[in-house]
């Protein structure tokens, strides 16, 4: 079993341990209930046929239709969607949104395709997955390797053999095509937010000293909202370079420029000279207040864990932490804001996206901020209350488990076993 999946039912297995679930209940919460499975034949440019693996797991729909990103990596394997879906169904249930979880990916690099291939392979994949996703069903978005162009080739596709324009078959759309206002900041804001209400008592976020590892979508905005907000963030680093600067870099900027195409070491060619390239490694094992790790799963493992100097860790990728990683922090009291809770603004604005979708409405960037923020404080309140900062018998990682099972459970048991 790969680390991620066993990460994910040793993190379940402990939480329904201690929550001393019955044995039937543990077995249908670590049972997935679709595992679609394709394999299908995309035309390259050159004329050719190349066959492409697509899979798209349900885990549970308990509280409402399962919700999930696609992603588009080599890496992506059977076990590893297991585990991302699970993780879905408690995210949706930490911040109390009426989804269940799901996750989909192809096994391609990205980076290997042209925009007209990606085109076809969305298209065809979108194509099979059909008879499963749906607005009232199974509702897609982003996430490693797509974008919100694969969400609009995907809504079209499906809208195309229903006959109609559904804009709610998927989340983190393009503005013009019903996207919501936020959705594309969405996860780096609400990393931002979990701080802030985590620090609250201790003077905030300003002046601190901050690490992120990845600068897409969620390392790239976490990072800029964070210098935003007035903390110094004095390591980034994309796939390729790592960056340093003492005082902290303009992440705002970086992030600008990267947005636009480039890459950071090219950003620090042309504007960042008294920014220092460091290995990759230095940002895991930086001396700052807060690490985000905002890339990859499995990053932090029980070789590089004794390394990590920030007393706080904030989850920004899906399952970035190894089992054993997790026991090293614990021991060593740094304290970890698990994916589940840190990374759902997302999904979060994922869920406000397919309201407005459903409604036909339109809220304005403002309104979807507030209620982000409004979610994703009391989400952290309820998972820190089972958990005070200083308390030394649990994790807010445990906490979380803790809130998000007993939430699906409770809608299990409500709705009973059908027939
Ligand atoms: N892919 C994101 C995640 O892992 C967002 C999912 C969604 O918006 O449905 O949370």
Known sequence: MEPILSGAFNQFNEAADQLKLADEMR??????????????????DDGSLKMFDGIRILHNTARGPSKGGIRYSARVS??????????????CAVVDIPFGGAKGGVTVDPASMSPNELQNLTRRFTSEIIPIIGPDKDIPAPDMGTNPQTMAWMMDTYSMTQGYTIPGVVTGKPLALGGSEGRFEATGRGILNVIEEHLRAEGGIAGRRVAVQGFGNVGGIAARLIHQAGAKVTHISDKDTALYHRDGIDAAAAYAFVAGGGTLAAWREQFGRDVEVVDGPAVLAADVDILVPAALESVLTEE???AVRAPLIVEGANGPTTTEADAIFRERGIVVIPDILANAGGVTVSYFEWVQARQFQRWTEERVNQELGRIMARAYQAVSARCPIGSPGCTLRQA????????????????????
């Open 27 to 44: 077995a249908y919460l670590t049972s997935f209930k679709t595992v679609f499975q394709t394999q299908f034949p995309v035309e390259m």
């Open 78 to 91: 059977l076990d590893e969607v297991k585990a991302l879906a699970m993780l879905m169904t408690w995210k």
């Open 304 to 306: 590089n864990a004794a």
């Open 400 to 419: 979380a488990n803790w809130v998000a099972i007993e939430r699906v459970v409770e809608a299990v048991s409500l709705r009973g076993i059908y027939p």
